[in-house]
């Protein structure tokens, strides 16, 4: 289907903005503009406050069963238009086709599990100390309209996380997608709008995103904040809100770790990291990025993965057979030029890849990097793109610390046949996702979330609604 330009949503309608501003959609794979996309200006926010604030009013006091029949309707439409929704996708970000459509049939489970979850939000009874006539309660009430910002590698999903577990737990939310992938987003807010969600419950706007979160985080109708995005963004938004006592969810950057001792299944290990690594290009949070290699191995590890990424096919994500699309933007093979050549200058082996491929889009060979000193600026940085950097080791102990080194711990991943080993490092490694000889496979019933640099809170399991919940004591004494 054709691209289409995307509105803001308001207060249960789709709308201009006050100013009539607009900007650019581009397609990663020709460099060409697709779309437009509004540009909200702060008429239009104070706009989204208010029907924000009217719709938690009314979205709370309904009841979970009336909240979760809604949800899961969405749910059921954006099944019904996945075909329809994953172009769309595909054309501003670049993935290819079918990860597209995997990410907007996944958006559906993860809506109908939060849609289920919502109605195990209890309380308690707590025995009083002084006398049987004395009810003490423990009540869990959402905590009240929801800022949240999401990046555009995800276009789908990291919206979806955070509107799922809100609106389960009863708040309403102002979603700030990004500019870059608007469609994505437009459409699973449409299946929420018609599916029936009332007005003011479920608003989408775009813009400058520090203008937007400048405004948005200290004004008083937002009572959480939940981000996903760089580290030293989230700091920023993370103390924009400490400074007003807003309730914070924060999935920040990550640099994981890959173990691969001794005895690992070497054909296995890649098998899954490489379909990891190479997924949306590279450009996901959990991708698997330094990789530390027994030196037994290393060398069997490194051509078997060589050999894989030589076979991959790269190309506009429309086009069938495609298995990696390009890059986001111009900025990004930048980036992979730089840590490409900064690693080689250092001693890193070029083993294949680390070239852009044709002038137009923004298309980059996969690129796997043996020998990588732990020097080399993609030890230390996220690359965030399809280059793996291997490094040998010579005791798990050894592995261990350097993978802790960094002060990053969103996911990790591990290959070994032993249990002392697997026990180890679930036990010694710094991350708040680990696969053990498998690749990842997050799921909504699961936390998801990280230590450390990489945030605080989950976007995943029954721990994600807490975030969107106050939890108060009421004690009544009866007369």
């Known amino acids: 289907m054709g691209y289409v330009d995307t509105q803001l949503f308001i207060n249960g309608k789709w709308q201009e ?15 060409k503009e697709i779309g437009r996309v509004a540009h909200a200006g702060r008429a239009d926010l104070d706009h989204a406050l208010a029907a924000a604030q009217k719709g938690f009013e009314l979205w709370r006091d309904m009841v979970p069963a009336e909240r979760s029949k809604i949800m899961r309707k969405a749910a059921a439409l954006i099944r019904e238009r996945a075909g329809d929704i994953a172009p769309l996708l595909t054309q501003e970000q670049g993935k290819p086709l079918v990860e597209a459509k995997g990410e907007t049939l996944a958006a559906a489970d993860i809506i109908e599990w939060f849609a289920e979850e919502g109605f195990r939000v209890y309380g308690r009874l707590v025995p009083s100390r002084m006398n049987n006539s004395i009810r003490q309660m423990v009540l869990k009430d959402p905590v009240g309209p929801v800022a949240a910002f999401t990046p555009w590698n995800f276009p789908i999903n990291q919206v979806v996380r955070k509107v799922g577990a809100g609106l389960a737990a009863g708040c309403s939310m102002l979603v700030k997608a990004p500019e870059e992938t608007p469609a994505a987003p437009a459409a699973l807010v449409k299946a929420f709008a018609d599916a029936g969600i009332p007005p003011g419950v479920l608003q989408l706007v775009y813009g400058t995103p520090a203008e937007i979160s400048s405004y948005l985080i200290p004004h008083p109708v ?3 904040v939940t981000f996903t995005g760089s580290i030293p963004v989230g700091k920023m938004l993370a103390a924009l809100a400490g400074q007003h006592m807003k309730r914070v969810t924060m999935e920040l950057g990550g640099h994981a770790p890959v173990i691969v001792c001794e005895d690992a299944d070497i054909a296995l290990a890649v098998k899954a990291v490489a379909a990891a690594k190479f997924r949306n290009a590279g450009q996901v949070c959990i991708s698997p990025t330094r990789f530390l290699v027994h030196k037994s191995i290393a060398g069997d590890f490194a051509q078997a993965l060589t ?17 990696m699309g390009p890059l986001a933007n111009p900025r990004r093979i930048d980036a992979m030029t730089s840590f490409t050549e900064d690693a080689v200058k250092k001693g890193a082996k070029l083993l294949t890849g680390g070239q852009r491929i044709g002038s137009a889009g923004n298309f980059w060979q996969p690129t796997i990097l043996a020998d990588v000193p732990r020097e080399a600026r993609i030890f230390n940085d996220e690359p965030f793109g399809p280059v793996a950097a291997i490094q040998p080791f010579e005791t798990l102990e050894a592995a261990l610390t350097e993978a802790n080194r960094l002060p990053i711990g969103l996911a990790g991943y591990a290959f070994t046949k032993s249990l002392k080993n697997s026990d180890l490092i679930a036990r010694r490694l710094e991350v708040g996702m680990l696969w053990i000889n498998m690749p990842a496979m997050p799921s909504a019933e699961m936390p998801f979330g990280g230590v450390k640099d990489s945030g605080y809170g989950s976007e995943g399991g029954p721990e994600a609604l807490e975030a969107y919940l106050n939890s108060r004591a009421i004690a009544i004494a009866n007369a």
């Open 307 to 323: 050999a894989h990424a030589k076979g991959l096919k790269v190309g506009d994500g429309l086009t069938e057979g495609t298995q």
């Open 17 to 31: 903005p006050a100013e009539g501003k607009s900007l650019p959609v581009v397609n990663p794979a020709t460099g």
């Open 222 to 224: 937002i009572r959480k």
